[in-house]
């Protein structure tokens, strides 16, 4: 079974640049989850979607931060313009039901740097 | 803010050893999640336990979980040098939005 892919694995760019990542879930697996895991915190959940629809985006910084899950597959987490701050990695995960005692499958993550 | 907070923030031991981790949490959950992350790369599900279980094994794995204290203990017995690793737990939270959330994790060092 192939696992969570995610591109690019690394990324840097200039303050107020753009960036996109994408994540493949696994196929089947209805949630799909973004998170960002600054270096030497834990990952903090940006949005969750259940198939294409967002069940939860309350710790997405809408004014610069977008994500859509066409189709109820793929998805693209963008970013702009970008901060410093942003400098994190992007992790994505699915999971066939919506957190609810199943577990999350996670991708390698796309490292960001923003310079 | 985090949900699940993890005890201690490092620990440090000798192969062979048992090590004990902890986690606590502040709202009701439906389960109760450890995930390892080794460096540089994404997590991996080591266990899950659901809020009407109190011990769960898995391999070197045991997990205990006491929803009155609202806290729950990983342990790894006989340790070993591919143990080290960050360990994560995460709750799934009953109200609302059932959602995976992280606390800050564990940094395990097992020492030759």
């Known amino acids: 079974e192939a696992g969570v892919a995610q591109s690019p694995r690394y990324k840097i760019i200039e303050k107020r640049q753009s960036v996109a990542f994408w994540c493949n879930p696994i196929?089947?697996?209805?949630?799909l989850y973004w998170y960002q895991q600054i270096l030497g915190q834990g990952p903090k959940l940006l949005i969750q979607?259940?198939?294409?629809?967002?069940?939860?985006d309350s710790q997405l910084p809408k004014d610069r931060f977008s994500a859509e899950r066409l189709k109820g597959v793929d998805s693209t987490l963008k970013i702009q313009p970008a901060k410093l701050e942003d400098s994190a990695v992007y992790l994505c995960?699915?999971?066939?039901?919506?957190?609810?005692?199943?577990?999350?499958?996670f991708g390698q993550g796309t490292r960001l740097t923003v310079v | 803010s985090q949900q699940g907070e993890e005890d201690p923030q490092a620990l440090s031991i000798q192969e062979g050893e048992n090590a004990t981790m902890n986690c606590s949490y502040k709202?009701?959950?439906?389960?109760l999640q450890w995930y390892r992350q080794n460096s540089g790369r994404g997590l991996v599900h080591l266990i899950l336990?659901?809020?009407?279980?109190r011990e769960k094994h898995s391999g070197r794995l045991r997990v205990t979980l006491d929803t009155s204290k609202k806290s729950s203990s990983l342990l790894i017995t006989a340790s070993r040098a591919a143990d080290t690793a960050s360990y994560f737990c995460?709750?799934?939270?009953?109200?609302?939005?059932?959602?995976?959330?992280f606390g800050q994790g564990t940094r395990l060092t097992i020492n030759p």
């Open positions: 979607f259940q198939n294409n629809g967002v069940v939860d």
């Open positions: 336990i659901r809020s009407n279980e």
């Open positions: 995960a699915s999971s066939f039901l919506q957190g609810f005692g199943t577990e999350a499958f």
């Open positions: 709202t009701s959950i439906n389960n």
């Open positions: 995460a709750t799934v939270w009953l109200q609302g939005a059932q959602k995976l959330v």
């Open positions: 196929s089947g697996h209805a949630t």
